[in-house]
C-alpha cells in the first residue's frame, strides 16, 4: 500500500502519560468497538491490520476476538509508541501481534488480509479515502474494513449547559481542530466510503453517557496532553480554574444537576470488500 497521505500532527502527543490516558479511555470505548467488529464479521483465526496504533489498545482487542490462530499486524509511526505497545502485548502475552513502525500510507502486505480496522484514526489524516483506497489491496475479496471516528457536533450541544464541562469539551474541540484533526469525521464515513471505491457501509452512532468520575477525569487528563497548545490569554483556563481540582469540580457540577454527559461520541462504520 502506497498512498500519498501523511498524517496530521498528533496533537496530543507520545508521552507516557498521554498513552496511559489512551489506555483509561481505550475501557470506555472498546466495548463498542469490539461490538462493531464482530458484527462486521470478524472472527477467530482471521488476519486483521490494524492502522493507528497508539497504545495499542484496539490491536490487544482484536487479538482477543481473533485468537491464537489469528494474527494482528498493528501499524503506528510513532516509535515511542510502537515501544510502548510491543511492552503492553509481551505483558499481557498476547503471540498473536505485531507492531509494524510506518506511516498508515506506507503499509506493505505479504499476504491479503481479512479485515482492516481502525479507531480515532482517520480523522488525522488529510485524505482518508486514499488511504481506504489503498486498503482495497490488502484486503481480500469479502474481507471487511470497518472504522470508528469522532463526532463532536452532537457532544457540544449536550455539554453546553454545564458551564465547567462545556468549557472544557469547547477548549479540547477547538484545540483539535486547530491541530488539523477532523473533529465531525464520523458521520462523513459512508462519502468517505464511497470515495476510496467500498460498498455502503453499516453505520451506527453510540454516545455513552455517565456522571462518573473516569469521564471527569479524562476530559481533564486530555486537556493537560493538549496544554502546550493553549494560548496563555485564552478566557476559557481562567474559567477551568487550576486543573488539580478541575475533575472533582466537574463532577459537582455534572451530580448537582442530575445531568448525564458524554465524553465523546462515536460512529462506526463497516462493509466489505467486494468479491
Known sequence: MDASNTAVGYALGNTDTEH??????????????????????????????????????????????????????GVERNAESVAYACARVAKAGLR???????DVGQIRGEK??????????????PDPAAVLRSLKQLVRPGGVVAFQEVYWDVVLRLGAELPLNSTTLSLFHSTMQDSGANTQLGPEL????????????????????????????????????????????????????????????MEDEIASNHAAVPWLAVVGAWTKIPA
Open 20 to 73: 496511559a490516558r489512551l489506555e483509561r479511555q481505550a475501557a470506555q470505548f472498546d466495548p463498542l468497538t469490539e461490538r462493531l467488529f464482530r458484527e462486521a464479521g470478524i472472527g477467530p483465526g482471521q488476519r486483521v491490520v490494524e492502522l493507528g496504533s497508539g497504545a495499542g489498545d484496539v490491536a490487544m482487542l482484536v487479538a482477543r476476538i481473533v485468537g491464537p490462530s489469528g494474527e494482528v499486524v
Open 96 to 102: 498473536n501481534v505485531r507492531f509494524t513502525h510506518s
Open 112 to 125: 491479503p488480509f481479512d479485515a482492516a480496522v481502525g479507531r480515532f484514526i482517520l480523522m488525522f489524516l
Open 190 to 249: 459512508r462519502r468517505v466510503y464511497h470515495a476510496a471505491g467500498l460498498p455502503a457501509p453499516n453505520m451506527y452512532l453510540e454516545m455513552p453517557l455517565s456522571n462518573d468520575r473516569d469521564y471527569a477525569r479524562l476530559k481533564v487528563d486530555a486537556l493537560r496532553s493538549l496544554r502546550s497548545r493553549f494560548a496563555a490569554d485564552d478566557p476559557r483556563l481562567t474559567l477551568l480554574g487550576d486543573f488539580d481540582t478541575l475533575a472533582q469540580r
